[in-house]
């Protein structure tokens, strides 16, 4: 019986060795495995912060980009103002033209003798006019 004793000790033994060998193959493939994935989080840590550099040199030249768009849109609307006070001018000239038309048209009909007479020389002076041109 102690024989027994013995054998199932050497079986302890061995299984006990045998155990460990396969922790230390199984640790040293871990040891790779981390080793590996060390590197590959290292190169994705380059690649985020030339990501981030990149990113911040995109967003300075949006913002300058902006600021150039904001610009001329300010210039633009200054052009805009000064178009509108042109068409305001003009209508204001077509009212002004409207008002003498009317004038002329009443006065001419209230003197018809005078609106002719006026006719004739108004033609006299543009003949007058386009004789001292040519």
């Given at each position: 019986?102690?024989?027994?004793?013995?054998?199932?000790?050497?079986?302890?033994?061995?299984?006990?060795?045998?155990?460990?060998?396969?922790?230390?193959?199984?640790?040293?493939?871990?040891?790779?495995t981390?080793?590996?994935v060390?590197?590959t989080?290292?190169?994705?840590?380059?690649?985020?912060?030339?990501?981030?550099?990149?990113?911040?040199?995109?967003l300075?030249k949006?913002?300058?980009?902006?600021d150039?768009?904001?610009?001329?849109s300010?210039?633009?609307d200054?052009l805009?103002?000064?178009?509108?006070?042109?068409?305001?001018?003009?209508?204001?000239?077509?009212?002004?033209?409207?008002?003498?038309?009317?004038?002329?048209?009443?006065?001419?009909?209230?003197n018809?003798?005078?609106?002719?007479?006026?006719?004739?020389?108004?033609?006299?002076?543009?003949?007058?006019?386009?004789?001292?041109n040519?």
């Amino acid at each position: 019986m102690e024989i027994m004793l013995y054998i199932a000790a050497l079986i302890a033994a061995v299984s006990f060795a045998v155990l460990v060998i396969y922790m230390a193959i199984t640790l040293k493939a871990a040891k790779q495995t981390l080793n590996n994935v060390a590197g590959t989080l290292e190169g994705l840590e380059e690649q985020m912060q030339g990501i981030t550099t990149e990113t911040t040199q995109l967003l300075n030249k949006t913002n300058k980009l902006a600021d150039d768009i904001n610009q001329k849109s300010s210039k633009l609307d200054g052009l805009f103002e000064g178009a509108r006070g042109i068409g305001d001018t003009v209508k204001d000239f077509n009212h002004s033209l409207k008002q003498l038309s009317s004038s002329i048209s009443r006065t001419a009909t209230q003197n018809p003798e005078k609106a002719s007479q006026a006719v004739k020389w108004g033609a006299a002076m543009m003949d007058l006019w386009k004789r001292k041109n040519k």
